[in-house]
């Protein structure tokens, strides 16, 4: 025990300190308290890397969903730094991963492209579930709350209630939404909407669209004419493709952002349910294999339960590193 | 659904095969690149390693070694093992007891309870049962009108009621249950993380008043590593009697099915695949296994065909067929009931070997051009095709917004089948016929 009090002192925040670190951390505490719980116990102080330790490292990183390619790549570069240094303990590797995760997303543009668009379009995509029409909801109050004028398209024309859901969130977000409760065709209301939204004045329309698995080819092409239909009103429009992960979801995640790229180029990721127990590792192994930076996080079903992504606090915020307080 | 893991699967078992002879070293290498592949599929990781040590185990006995098949031996034994992981026999909802039964439906959100519920709904309602949905989703906007939408669908009614106190309005429905002649009642809840002490608490409440028979665990099919996280704390709360996996139409892995089921204890129940509230199948470990490992689902291949086939049409169908009077109104038919069976990309998984034909993109919307050039035709050129001519061909195509060269391939080929018809009506089904076969349209 008190080997772990004297840790905690030696871990510091990153230089950039985000605002937020406390709500983000509150989050993520339970994701962080197990993937530390996790670490933790793998190592004593300054204990010797074999093969046995190797093993339980293997554990908790794929336990994180990092995937096959981001564990091998880590438990590469942990033996290659245990030939280096005969002792390698629990700080070591901390700081080797962070460094390999901080290199990853150093350069990741994470703001949307408002101020050089009027408006500015953004296409929501996902798979059925991983939380679109919550996360419009909560985009729509963070632009609105800092003095935007925002707009939603309902184009999930095919769930049950999908509208009706995204008309309370519109309300809760106090934003204008454009949707046509008889219409079948998104395109249409995205043609629609996205006129709405120039003579309206608006700086950013946010685009829900229907949930669809992305090996469904006809869905996918459904969505491609979707963004055809906003290029035709705003050329170099959609300005931003987001692309909505439920954080509880293993590799498939890989497969998804491959194949929503292919049809349109995602241009961000938002994870969303990052505040169970669930680690979001996959976003890694994306990040890794497609350069798809990370924008926002989900932590909760309030307006205010959505954050910018910060790579050095999300990486810390997993490894521990702020004061526990769950 | 399950492709990578079964092609990887079957990659390894190639080479398994092709060793004349087997040592320790092929099995622990081959084993090597089998937990690899678990762990790309989501296995959870304690449960990847369980399975392989077992299965090591067992393929290390002399017995093995020494058979004059060793590698065949041990794909025998991993598809024994993934069996007995998958929980060995098939496991029925219970809804006997005195009415209503009543089945808790209970999950993360998003992992798609409202349209199983109402999928569950649609199909006890289809096998003669009274269900009645109850919506106790009151948090998530709209849930309680997506779930009165999918009941009206199917024609099933819904229990709703403005109230905030979830607990009073799953009372009120089963007093309103027992005095009506519903027997079945589904719960829809809200979903909810299973960290969330208070909304878990909320669940354990309604367990405890309720005591509902059936408490069904639905868990997204994609779901990663914290599946058994998740799957644990359910069912220390309320003691799951079953597992749904959702969402199986997708590129699932497989690894969620694996990991809950071994980590529970409980047996999976049914998988759904696709949005339509048709696409619910229950859940048979031995035939998921085989889909795993390649072999194929012949067993509810075959039951989905006599499911969507009405056996009168069946024998009007052969009928036609022996008089050779096979005509584009029956080809129309067949396309209606091939429907039925589902999507197409799930029927092929079920095929024996077809995981060969990956490359075979399976597209649906050739399904619906076939279906809207047969559609335009008038009942005369479907009774006597000989008789479209080039300006009927040009109509055609423009009613079904297809191309005349689309017309054009459909008659080709339907005049193939029927050619390939006569040939097996003189019971000469020649190699040739089974190539044809292979350039239908739905091929």
């Known amino acids: ?326 | 659904m399950l492709e990578q893991l079964r092609d990887n699967l079957q990659t390894i078992f190639k080479n398994l095969r092709g060793q004349g002879k087997i040592t320790e070293q092929n099995i622990a290498l081959a084993l090597r690149d089998v937990r690899r592949t678990l762990l790309e599929a989501d296995v959870n990781y304690g449960v990847a390693r369980s399975f392989i040590d077992a299965v090591k185990e067992k393929a290390l006995g002399e017995k093995v070694l020494l058979s004059i098949t060793p590698g065949q031996q041990v794909i025998k034994i991993i598809h024994d093992e993934m069996v007995r992981l998958l929980g060995d026999t098939q496991v029925p909802l219970k809804l006997d007891g005195l009415p209503p039964a009543m089945i808790m439906v209970v999950g993360l959100q998003g992992s798609g309870k409202t349209t199983f519920a109402a999928k569950l709904a649609k199909q006890l309602k289809a096998s003669g049962k009274r269900p009645m949905l109850v919506a106790a989703d009151i948090y998530r906007p709209a849930a309680i009108e997506q779930l009165q939408i999918l009941g009206e669908h199917s024609s099933v009614p819904v229990y709703r009621e403005q109230n905030r106190d979830v607990l009073r309005i799953c009372r009120n429905a089963l007093a309103q249950a027992r005095n009506s002649d519903v027997n079945v009642l589904i719960f829809d809840t809200a979903g909810r993380l299973h960290v969330d002490d208070a909304m878990m608490e909320e669940l354990s409440a309604i367990h405890r008043e309720l005591k509902p028979r059936e408490v069904l665990f639905v868990a997204d099919g994609m779901i990663g590593q914290d599946a058994v996280n998740a799957a644990k704390a359910f069912n220390a709360r309320l003691d799951v009697t079953g597992i749904v996996l959702t969402k199986m139409d997708g590129d699932a892995r497989g690894g969620a099915a694996l990991s809950i089921r071994s980590v529970t204890g409980k047996p999976i129940k049914y998988i759904s695949a696709g949005e339509s509230t048709e696409d619910l199948e229950a859940f048979h470990p031995e035939r998921f296994a085989n889909r795993i490992l390649g072999k194929g689902d012949v067993v509810t291949l075959v039951e989905k065909a006599q499911e969507a086939f009405e056996e009168k049409d069946a024998e009007r169908l052969e009928k036609q067929l022996r008089k050779n009077r096979f005509d584009l109104h029956d080809f129309r038919e067949q396309l209606k009931m091939l429907k039925k069976m589902g999507p197409l990309s799930s029927l092929v998984d079920m095929i024996p070997g077809a995981a060969k034909l990956k490359n075979a993109q399976i597209d649906e919307t050739q399904f619906q051009r076939t279906a809207a050039i047969l559609d335009s035709m008038t009942r005369e050129e479907k009774s006597r095709p000989e008789i479209i001519n080039a300006g009927r061909r040009r109509r055609i195509a423009a009613g079904s917004g297809t191309q005349v060269s689309d017309v054009n391939r459909l008659l080709n080929q339907f005049d193939q089948m029927k050619k390939m018809m006569k040939q097996m009506n003189r019971m000469k089904l020649s190699k040739q016929a089974m190539q044809k076969m292979k350039s239908m349209p739905w091929n």
Not at chain 1, 135 to 162: C, E, F, N, P
Not at chain 1, 281 to 291: F, P, T, V
């Open chain 1, 1 to 326: 025990m008190a080997w772990f009090k004297r840790k905690k002192q030696e871990e510091t925040l990153p230089e950039k300190a985000p605002e937020t670190p406390q709500r983000y951390e509150y989050g993520l505490s339970k994701s962080r308290k197990r993937f530390r719980e996790g670490l933790l116990s793998l190592f004593g102080l300054g204990m010797k890397i074999d093969s046995g330790l190797l093993e339980r490292i293997e554990a908790f990183l794929y336990e994180s969903d990092l995937g096959t390619a981001v564990t091998e790549l880590i438990l590469d570069e942990i033996e290659k730094e245990s030939r280096k240094k005969l002792l390698l303990n629990e700080a070591d590797i901390r700081e080797l991963m962070l460094r390999l995760f901080g290199e990853m997303f150093k350069d990741d543009e994470l703001s949307i492209p408002l101020e050089q668009n009027q408006p500015c379009v953004v296409l929501v995509v996902g798979v059925n579930g991983a939380g679109k029409t919550t996360t419009i909801g909560k985009l729509a109050s963070h632009y609105s709350a800092s003095g935007k004028k925002v707009l939603i398209i309902a184009a999930d024309t095919y769930r049950a209630a999908a509208i009706e859901q995204l008309d309370i969130w519109a309300q809760r977000a106090g934003v204008e939404i454009i949707k046509n409760l008889e219409a079948k065709n998104p395109s249409g209301i995205v043609y629609d909407g996205i006129q709405a939204g120039i003579s309206r004045n608006a700086d950013l329309i946010l685009i829900d669209t229907a949930g669809r698995l992305h090996n469904k080819a006809h869905l996918m092409q459904e969505l491609d004419k979707i963004r055809r239909v906003i290029a035709k009103v705003i050329p170099d429009a959609p300005h931003e493709t987001l692309l909505v992960l439920d954080g509880s979801i293993g590799q498939n995640s890989l497969v998804q952002a491959r194949e929503f790229s292919k049809v349109t180029p995602v241009s961000g990721l938002i994870v969303t349910k990052l505040d169970g127990t669930a680690k979001g590792g996959s976003m890694i192994a994306i990040r890794k294999e497609l350069h798809i930076p990370v924008k926002f996080i989900g932590l909760g079903e309030k307006l205010g339960d959505l954050l910018p992504f910060s790579p050095a606090m999300f990486v810390n915020a997993l490894f521990g590193g702020f004061e526990d307080r769950s």
